[in-house]
């Protein structure tokens, strides 16, 4: 069974972290596309990011470290947002505060974070987007490419999301584990899919929401392809990377999550695995559980990140 993790026992809130509002005002305030001049706090930029699987460009915002300058080494971590979020839900909700002020009190080294809007794809391959392999095949070349000094081998880079993308957050470390060195996922969206599972349970909205994505009738079904529980039993133990999964005791998620849970164990892969007393599917309890998970993104030393 799992229990409530140290980190949270007296755990500190995030406002705890965060530089005083008027820096984080101007620390946040936009640069245009592309890169922006170091600056001595840290700041946000936005640009868009192209590949073979994106040529019409994903909008991204970055977050880059206080002082840094483009050749400049630094750590590189990929958000994603929750299901339904954007590109400035990292900005919107109070992470990048969080990892600001992590980062300026020196709890965690210079880290460039980019999230990539990914609203309406469930980080699926699709007609409506190939974000599944955009993520996985395109992006990290375009950040490395775009901010020079950034990642540049899988122990320098990781990934984690939220709801939405704590399911993809996990793909990625299952499906694609050669691409991050650490991935976390924050109440993960997990269940079982397949095309009667969903059958059974079909509303309208689940209509508008998940068949342009999963598929409208059975036999285009893409339900079973993006299955974590069967992407988890097909995985190579070996070499996924170490897991950090946090849920809430009061989310309606948190059930499939136990189940994908238990089937890492089994399969001898690494998870960190907790349940998070009185956490519910919110912004709040994900804002709180923030510094741990970039603790953990940003460990070195055995299966860690290099600093």
């Given amino acids: ?68 300058k483009p050749g400049q080494p630094a750590l590189l971590m990929v958000f994603l947002h929750d299901g339904w979020g954007s590109e400035k839900s990292l900005g919107k909700h109070g992470l990048a505060e969080v990892a600001m002020g992590m980062m300026q009190g020196g709890a965690i080294p210079s880290v460039i974070i980019a999230s990539p809007r990914h609203r309406g794809t469930f980080l699926v391959d699709s007609p409506r987007a190939a974000m599944e392999s955009f993520v996985a095949d395109d992006l990290v070349p375009a950040l490395e490419r775009d901010f020079p000094g950034a990642g540049g081998s899988p122990e320098r880079r990781s990934a984690w999301g939220i709801s939405m993308g704590g399911y993809g957050a996990l793909k990625m470390a299952l499906r694609h584990p050669g691409v991050f060195g650490r991935v976390a996922a924050l109440a993960p969206w997990v269940q079982p899919m397949s095309w009667d599972s969903y059958e059974r349970r079909r509303t309208w909205l689940w209509r508008h ?29 070996a070499r996924v990377p170490p897991l950090l999964v946090r849920t809430g005791s009061l989310d309606r998620w948190e059930k499939g999550a136990d189940d994908l849970i238990a089937i890492l164990q089994r399969r001898g892969i690494a998870v960190d695995a907790a349940s998070i007393a009185g956490a519910k599917h919110r912004w709040s309890d994900w804002r709180s559980a923030t510094p741990a998970v970039l603790a953990f993104l940003t460990r070195s030393g055995a299966g860690g990140v290099a600093p």
Avoid: C
């Fill in 1 to 68: 069974m799992r229990g409530v993790p140290e980190e949270w026992r007296g755990a500190r809130t995030h406002s705890q972290y965060v530089v005083v509002k008027s820096a984080v005002a101007l620390a946040l305030a936009f640069a245009g596309p592309g890169l922006a001049r170091a600056g001595s706090t840290p700041r946000i930029v936005k640009t868009v990011l192209r590949g073979p699987h994106a040529p019409q460009g994903v909008p991204t915002e970055v977050l880059l470290p206080a002082g840094w």
């Fill in 209 to 237: 929401l998940l068949e342009p994505v999963f598929g409208r009738t059975r036999e285009e079904s893409r339900f079973e392809a993006n299955d974590l529980a069967s992407i988890a039993a097909a995985a190579d133990p």
